[in-house]
């Protein structure tokens, strides 16, 4: 039987893409081998990296000069990837609204110059920071923003106002796919596939072309965007597996409709999960903003923090996991990531209720 | 059905192995999900990557003096985070047998000082160099060889003499785990999983301790040897599915009875292949010196190139797949990895034979 997973990432994925891959995992296609045992140089897996990457621009309608490469090393490794490859001995500006943008800045400041533009952390990340509140350079060689921080759970839906000619460049690790985004505003994206797109292992990067050539001479092969740009994501041998599955996921995300569709039962999920919690009372709590409450991240505290042993005890015996907060927020935390259902949430809902009443 | 896969990596993996995961791909353990879905820091993903771990210790007998780290990148990105972390402002010097540690060099040669100390290039790779053609700096941070090259096929069955406290790196990605390895001879061993570890996306890493510490200040933290070593593999998310998968391939190894009967079988199937080469009375060739020929990558060439096409198309009807060379090598190429059975090695000596008679 399979539970209803909260986890913050590794996380949930289709269980039709499960499905999938399982039934064809010793034999893809009548090949005699599984997708994982092929040359990534013959044709059967250059068509799934092809197919993968057009479903990706479909889905998200990646306009033509933008590049899509398929890399190693997760969002954690792209904080110091990305000043190698775009700084150009140059400084870039940073705004900093919870944790991962918090670490982006410090990566980035091993490797180059990176400036805060702004930060919401002296009000413990629990709201974006207001056009007064942010200075930008408006020589920068970009400006770093966290789209949606996964453990204070804050997203935006408006980008800040940039100065004209910067490029924006936005870790969307933990809601890309989540709803349409327009990709033109972007410079560059880049996300960690393990929330949204697949296994952990990959990072998808989406940049524009004019950003690429600028790396700078010590960067490894590897890490440059323009050689994996010019070799198909190709340059070395890629993780192959995450790839076919996140290609998977793709065409289930078409399936299901696109973009729009999945966007809108992510907005019908964070309601109802947002209501039940607004609307108990004080006895759970989400500190979060109401205008920047993510839609993938909920983290919510119970009014008396000794009853948190209990909850999760009552939430296991239902079979709902992974719903501890991180450490640094303390709490709960549910992840209600495009592959978890209405259904899950719901049974959360429940949970939560049943749990207040009995405890009120 | 499941064919003959001959190629280079990724490559073969062994069929029990494939079951399992198959048949736990959508719950494992019991735990009612994948263990793709798991969080890393949970305790049954934990679980894995410790016994994973051990595993490998068993098998290589890795000494309690070595960290191992499982991270990604594969081999190539290893080119250059080697000497991030080992140089600490000195130089290296690499042995240049093949393809691969002629890269090796070129992108140590990006972030630091690398000397060459020896190179078999003049003789197209097809032996390994003698005593007087190597001459090692004393003070180097490291000599760095790459003890079987994958495209050339050729193998170290002794390491070269190298100068007294100068830890020798080995990149073994092709060769790891076909035989049982004096560990203790090495500073720092890795390899990209692809081959006879696991799937695509994870190179582990086998280094003694003294060695860390010294990573360059600009090195990104994800790359730092010790601040993982510390981390236990896990700063940033870890590609989990991989690691759970190579853990199970070391399970495997371990009851077929450890690497010694793995290279028993190893030498079995590489002494039938060669002998068919040897045997064809020069209508198959393989041109590396015999002392030091590939266990695990044999290429060969047909005397007459005009019945290369004809050769894959008759080994294609047979479903032996993955024979055709690397493209700077020419000929065929058949990668025999520890899970390349006997049985798929007769399979192809019968073809050759068959092939070879009905041309002559």
């Known amino acids: 039987m399979r539970i209803f997973n909260f986890s913050a990432g590794p996380a949930v994925l289709p269980t039709p893409v499960l499905e999938k891959a399982r039934d064809e995992l010793l034999d893809w296609h009548g090949r005699g081998m599984s997708i994982m045992e092929m040359s990534h140089r013959g044709k059967d897996f250059t068509g799934v990296i092809e197919a993968a990457e057009a479903d990706l621009r479909t889905l998200m309608g990646i306009p033509s000069n933008y590049k899509v490469l398929f890399l190693q090393g997760g969002a954690t490794q792209m904080f110091a990837q990305i000043p190698m490859n775009l700084l150009a001995g140059g400084t870039a500006d940073y705004v900093v609204t919870g944790s991962w ?5 410090k990566e980035a400041q091993r490797v180059g110059k990176a400036r805060l533009a702004g930060s919401t952390e002296a009000d413990a990340f ?6 007064g509140e942010l200075s930008f350079d408006p020589s920068a060689a970009y400006v770093h923003l966290c789209t949606n921080e996964t453990i204070h759970g804050v997203e935006m839906f408006d980008l800040p106002e940039t100065p004209a000619g910067v490029p924006v460049v936005a870790d969307m690790s933990s809601h890309i796919l989540s709803r349409p985004m327009d990709v033109s505003k972007y410079g560059l994206i880049y996300a960690g ?10 990072v998808i990067v989406i940049v524009r072309e004019d950003l690429l050539g600028k790396a700078a001479p010590t960067t490894p092969t590897v890490m440059d965007f323009s050689v994996m740009a010019e070799n198909g994501s190709m340059l070395n041998t890629p993780p192959t597996f995450g790839i076919y599955l996140a290609g998977l996921i ?31 009372g004080g006895f759970y709590r989400n500190p979060v903003a109401v205008d920047c409450r993510s839609r993938m991240n909920v983290p919510f505290t119970l009014a008396d923090g000794a009853l948190d042993a209990a909850f999760l005890a009552a939430a296991a015996e239902r079979r709902l996991e992974g719903l501890k907060g991180h450490k640094s927020v303390g709490g709960m935390r549910a992840s209600i990531y495009n592959a978890m259902s209405l259904e899950g949430v719901d049974a959360l809902v429940e949970l939560m209720q049943d749990f207040a009443a009995r405890r009120a």
């Open 101 to 105: 943008s918090k670490k982006a800045i």
């Open 126 to 131: 629990t709201r974006l920071p207001g056009v």
């Open 193 to 202: 596939a393990q929330k949204n797109i697949g296994p952990a292992g990959l």
């Open 250 to 280: 793709f065409k289930h995300l078409l399936a299901e409709g696109g973009l729009a569709a999945v966007e809108a039962a992510n907005v019908a999920k964070a309601r109802r999960l947002y209501d039940a919690i607004d609307g108990s």
